[in-house]
């Protein structure tokens, strides 16, 4: 099946503002050459991202207007409780703004100094919240997914036999929390079998270690699950998903993502003492627990949002449309990491621009490049947002030099995915023409938001 039928129709449009390729030349430059300097509305298919990007249906938006904004005990949080706690299982569902709110309150209360958390990979953000509370994060991620051209199923798992050694010699009684993120993000989206789940929970049951989900894109790895785990295909993909929620004892969750909302996220867990001083802070940072940092029209489209995104027509056509753009650019040769992942193609900047090394940026020179033949904009992921200096100031690279084209959900049609592969399959044929950048302004933290570069 290669053509991917999109299971809504449009109700309402936005139009797309078109450049020409010598406007976006200028543009890019008075830019700095960083796409993230560029204005949005510069953009012709901008796949910068998947959170908050999504197109919200017509019964979200049919929710914003019944949304109750009551201070307390409003009627929208009780249908978002409701949706939440009838997916998740999970006795207390703690509504925040977005899912590094909910990570905040949960690190703040269980982390600090002295302390470990472990996971698969830890989200950027994640990691940052574990970090600021004087706590460690480390990441125990199966061999498997540290491969980028490696076909297998579940890229995403916990390595569990590391994982057991590290708790045997760090001590349980230091490590409040196992966090596993599904799908992993940093990893290309990659899913977690609900094996190697289960494994997990008896591992940090085992030891009495807390074990919480990283849940922004549940559906995704749920679908996954049904169709690539032994025994799963004939299950409800709600079904998989309650059985995943039920290994752990909470979860956060960035409602950007897989509720398909613009904005929202919660915390859920089933430990009454946590929940409680978690909703203390919540008060503190976030407002009264019956709305947290959102307004009652959010909690409304988020409801609905988890419901639509177990529609199993829905995932379908998402998962399949990624799959399709990487069959796509891989039948014309383009290096990417593989089996495509739930929400972005990643391409392998180093492989696609070896003659780039990477001290000069080869993913700013491939993304810079598919914005001035296409007008579309990704994000490096490399030597730019990762790459460090040694002691005598040489570049210190890390292991890949990616470009990430992330899908929004519901937001691009096919022929927007077919004219997005042609513009690739262009600059790969021209590929021998690209040269490299180097930094002239850079800041000490994140430097990648906000850096000038000039081609070489
Ligand atoms: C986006 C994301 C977060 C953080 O959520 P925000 O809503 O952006 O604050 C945490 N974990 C993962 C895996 C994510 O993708």
């Known amino acids: 099946m290669a053509v991917i039928i999109e299971p809504f ?39 910068l991202t998947d959170s908050g990007t999504a197109a919200m249906s ?35 569902i703690i509504p925040t703004h977005q899912g590094r709110a909910a990570e905040k309150i949960i690190f703040t209360i269980l982390g600090g ?23 460690e994060a480390l990441d125990f991620l199966t061999p498997e997914g540290k491969i980028p051209h490696l076909i297998a199923p579940f890229k995403g798992n916990m390595d569990t036999e590391a994982l057991e050694a590290y708790i045997l010699k760090r001590g349980a009684e230091n490590i409040p929390m196992c966090v596993m993120t599904i ?17 997990t929970a008896a591992i940090c049951r085992k030891y009495g270690i807390r074990f919480f989900i990283d849940a922004c894109r549940f559906a995704e790895n749920a679908w996954f699950i049904k169709t690539r785990e032994e025994g799963y295909k004939d299950k409800t993909v709600e079904e998989i998903a309650r059985e995943i929620f039920a290994l752990a004892d909470g979860c956060t969750m960035s409602a950007k993502k897989d509720a398909l909302v613009n904005i929202g996220g919660f915390l859920a867990m089933n430990d009454e003492a946590l929940a409680l001083a978690a ?40 998962i399949r449309s990624i799959e399709y753009m990487g069959e796509k650019l891989t039948a014309a040769g383009v290096p990417m990491i593989l089996p495509t992942g739930g929400h972005a193609v990643y391409l392998d900047a180093k492989a696609f621009l070896p003659q780039i090394p ?35 100031g040489n570049h210190v690279a890390p292991p890949m030099e990616l470009v990430r084209l992330a899908i929004p959900r519901r937001v691009y049609t096919q ?27 850079e800041t000490p933290l994140l430097r990648h938001f906000t850096a000038h570069l000039e081609a070489l």
């Open 358 to 392: 990477p001290a000069e940026l080869p993913g700013v020179a491939l993304a810079n490049a598919l914005y001035i033949e296409g007008g579309i904009r990704g994000v490096e992921i490399g030597s730019l947002m990762f790459g460090k200096k040694d002691e005598q």
């Open 58 to 92: 017509s019964r979200q938006w049919a929710g914003i207007m019944n949304g109750d904004e009551s201070y307390a005990g409003s009627k929208s949080f009780y249908r978002f409780k409701e949706v939440a706690e009838r997916i998740t299982g999970y006795r207390h």
């Open 183 to 199: 799908t992993n993000n940093s990893g290309g989206g990659q899913p977690v079998s609900l094996g190697n789940l289960r494994e």
């Open 415 to 441: 022929s927007h995915i077919d004219y997005v592969c042609e513009m690739i399959i262009e600059v790969f044929r021209k590929r021998d023409q690209l040269r490299g950048y180097r930094i002239t302004f």
């Open 279 to 318: 909703r203390n802070l919540l008060i503190i940072t976030e407002g009264f627990p019956t709305y947290g940092g959102l307004a009652g029209r959010d909690l409304e489209a988020m409801a609905q949002g988890l419901e639509e995104v177990l529609e199993e027509d829905y995932l379908r056509y998402r």
């Open 9 to 47: 129709r449009i109700k309402s449009v936005e139009p797309l503002t078109f450049t020409t390729r010598s406007e976006r030349k200028e543009i890019l430059k008075e830019a700095r050459n960083n796409l993230f300097l560029v204005d949005a509305d510069k953009v012709l298919i901008d796949l």
């Open 113 to 135: 100094k002295g302390k470990s958390f472990v996971s698969n990979t830890f989200f950027d953000t994640t990691r940052a919240n574990v970090e600021y509370s004087g706590a």
